[in-house]
C-alpha cells in the first residue's frame, strides 16, 4: 500500500519569492507521482507526474518537482510565485493501487 | 480538453432521502471513473473505481448498499446516495481517465457539495 505526507498544511509567501511544498511518500512497490492544484470551486487540475525517466519533471505554470527515491519525496518547487497560484496543492502517488492523495497544502500569495 | 462535469454542483436535501450524482466526461471517452469524498480540510478519500459495464469495485469501509454507483456508459457515471443522513454531508467529486492504468491521467470534476438536512 502507498502513502502520501505532506508536511505542511499552510504555506504563506510573497509574491514573486519563491516557494517549496514539500511531499513524502511511502510505498513497497515502484511509485508514479502527481501533484495536483484546486483553485476555489473547482476541480483537480493535474500539475505534473513522475513516471520514470529524469527526475525533475516540470509541469505547468511554471512547476517543477523532484523525484528523490533515497529521501521518498517528491517536493513541489516554484522560483517565482504569482497572486494567482493561490490554491490548494496536493501530492498523489500510485502503485498497485489507484491513486492516494495526501491531505493538501494551501498555498497563499501575498501581494 | 478532458473536461469532466459533475451535477449538481451542490444539493440540500432532507434525512432519508436519495440523491443522485452524474459525472460526465465531455470530450473524451472514459474508460474507468473514480469516485472521491473529500471532507473540510482533509485529503480526497477514494471510494470507489467503476469501468464501464461492469461492476464498481468499492474501497474497504465503503457501503455498496449507500453508494450505488452506474457507469452505463463511456462518458457517463451516476452516484446515487440512497437514504441520506447528516453524516453523508461532504464533498464529492468524481474522475475519468481514458485507460484503466494506474499511471493515465485522472481528469476531475468541479465536485458536488452534499448537505443533509
Known amino acids: 500500500a502507498q502513502s502520501v505526507t505532506q508536511l505542511d498544511s499552510q504555506v504563506p509567501v510573497f509574491e514573486e519569492a519563491p516557494v517549496e511544498l514539500r511531499c513524502n511518500y511511502s510505498?513497497?512497490?515502484?511509485?508514479?507521482l502527481f501533484w495536483y492544484v484546486q483553485y476555489p470551486n473547482q476541480g483537480l487540475q493535474l500539475l505534473l507526474k513522475?513516471?520514470?525517466?529524469?527526475?525533475l519533471v516540470k509541469g505547468i505554470n511554471g512547476f517543477e518537482a523532484e523525484f528523490n527515491k533515497s529521501q521518498t519525496s517528491f517536493h513541489l518547487r516554484k522560483p517565482s510565485v504569482h497572486i494567482s497560484d493561490t490554491a490548494e496543492y496536493f501530492c498523489a502517488v500510485a502503485g498497485n493501487t489507484p491513486l492516494v492523495f495526501g491531505k493538501g497544502t494551501r498555498l497563499s500569495v501575498i501581494a | 480538453g478532458a473536461v469532466v462535469s459533475q451535477h449538481p454542483s451542490w444539493v440540500i436535501c432532507k434525512s432519508g432521502t436519495s440523491v443522485k450524482i452524474e459525472c460526465r466526461s465531455l470530450d473524451f471517452q472514459a474508460t474507468t471513473m473514480f469516485w472521491y469524498r473529500q471532507f473540510p480540510k482533509q485529503s480526497l478519500m477514494l471510494m470507489a473505481t467503476s469501468n464501464e459495464g461492469s461492476k464498481a469495485t468499492y474501497e474497504q469501509g465503503v457501503e455498496k448498499d449507500k453508494f450505488l454507483i452506474n457507469h452505463a456508459s463511456l462518458t457517463l457515471s451516476t452516484l446515487t446516495v440512497t437514504s441520506a443522513h447528516p453524516e453523508d454531508s461532504s464533498f464529492y467529486i468524481c474522475s475519468a481517465a481514458p485507460g484503466g492504468s494506474s499511471t493515465d491521467t485522472q481528469y476531475f470534476g468541479p465536485g458536488t457539495r452534499l448537505t443533509v438536512l
Open positions: 513522475y513516471l520514470s525517466g529524469s527526475t
Open positions: 510505498s513497497s512497490v515502484s511509485v508514479y
